[in-house]
C-alpha cells in the first residue's frame, strides 16, 4: 500500500512569490491535514479537510490556504511569501472521521521543503 | 488552549540504560499519539493510546497514557543506537478531526 505522497519535494521561492504544495493521501484516506515545522516554532497544525470540506484551520494568516478534491488529493497554497515562511510542510493522511476509535492515526508524507529567499 | 510540554528537551543517553520522557498536556483528551522523527525525515508513527491506563510496547519503546494526569510517558529500556531520533507526542481534542497539537519534542542520542 503506497505511503503519502508529497510534490515537490524541496522548493526554492522569492519573497512576494507564491507556491502550491501538493499532497496524495493514502488510498481509502479521506482526511488530510497540513502542518508546518520550522526550528523555532516546532510542529504547528495548518488545516484538516475531510470530503473536501475544511474541518479545522489553525492560527495562521490567510495567506495560507488549501483545498482538498474529489479523490481526496489535497493542495496548499501560500501566497505573498515571507521569509518566515521558510520550513518542512508536511501532510498527514487518515481514514478520517471517527478513525481515532479503531486506533488509526495520522500518517505523514516526506515533506516539503520550502526555501524562500 | 491545549499546551503540551515534553520533558526533557534533550536526552543524551548510554546504550543499555533505560530512561523515560513525559509528555504532559493541558486539556482533557483520551487520545495520544507517539511519533518518531529522523534528521530530514517526516515522522513515523509510534503508538496510538487511546483510554485511561493504556500502554503499548514495541521493542525497547513502551507507551503509557494517564488521562486523570494529564501524562504520557515514553520509556526506553536498554537503549541502542539505532533509537537516536526526535520523539514528539501528540494530543488531539476531538473524535471527529485530526488536528494534532504536538509537543516540542524530545531529541534523544544514544552513545557507545
Known amino acids: 500500500k503506497a505511503g503519502v505522497t508529497q510534490t515537490p519535494r524541496y522548493l526554492i521561492k522569492t519573497r512576494g512569490q507564491q507556491v502550491t504544495l501538493s499532497c496524495s493521501p493514502i488510498s481509502g484516506h479521506r482526511s488530510v491535514s497540513w502542518y508546518q515545522q520550522t526550528p523555532g516554532q516546532g510542529l504547528q497544525f495548518l488545516f484538516e479537510y475531510f470530503s473536501e470540506t475544511q474541518r479545522n484551520k489553525g492560527n495562521f494568516p490567510g495567506r495560507f490556504s488549501g483545498r482538498q478534491f474529489s479523490n481526496s488529493r489535497s493542495e496548499m497554497n501560500v501566497s505573498t511569501l515571507e521569509l518566515g515562511d521558510s520550513a518542512l510542510y508536511l501532510c498527514?493522511?487518515?481514514?478520517?472521521?471517527?478513525?481515532?476509535?479503531?486506533?488509526?492515526?495520522?500518517?505523514f508524507g516526506p515533506g516539503t521543503r520550502l526555501t524562500v529567499l | 488552549e491545549l499546551k503540551v510540554e515534553q520533558n526533557p528537551l534533550f536526552l543524551s543517553m548510554q546504550e543499555g540504560k533505560n530512561y523515560t520522557i513525559y509528555c504532559n498536556y493541558s486539556t482533557t483528551s483520551d487520545r495520544l499519539y507517539w511519533y518518531r522523527q529522523d534528521p530530514g525525515k517526516s515522522l513515523e508513527s509510534l503508538f496510538v493510546?487511546?483510554?485511561?491506563?493504556a500502554v503499548k510496547q514495541e521493542g525497547r519503546l513502551m507507551a503509557s497514557l494517564d488521562t486523570k494526569a494529564r501524562l504520557s510517558t515514553l520509556h526506553i529500556t536498554a537503549a541502542v543506537h539505532d533509537l537516536s531520533a526526535t520523539y514528539f507526542c501528540a494530543v488531539d481534542l476531538s473524535y471527529n478531526t485530526d488536528k494534532l497539537i504536538f509537543g516540542t519534542g524530545t531529541r534523544l542520542q544514544v552513545f557507545p
Open positions: 498527514a493522511s487518515s481514514l478520517g472521521r471517527g478513525s481515532h476509535m479503531i486506533g488509526d492515526t495520522q500518517y
Open positions: 493510546l487511546l483510554s485511561n491506563g
